[in-house]
């Protein structure tokens, strides 16, 4: 890479594992959200 001309980086390994973190964490709750209820009885006369 070519260096820096200007100014320091205020994003840094640790911030970008920290938002990683908090985006696996926003995939499970949507995982988790999509699923579907499950039937568990039928009522009579109906499909």
Request: glycine share 10%; charged share 30%.
């Amino acid at each position: 890479h070519r260096q820096r001309q200007h100014g320091t980086s205020h994003y840094g390994t640790l911030d970008r594992l920290r938002v990683g973190i908090v985006d696996l964490f926003g995939v499970a709750w949507l995982q988790r959200r999509n699923k579907r209820p499950q039937i568990k009885a039928f009522i009579k006369g109906r499909q």
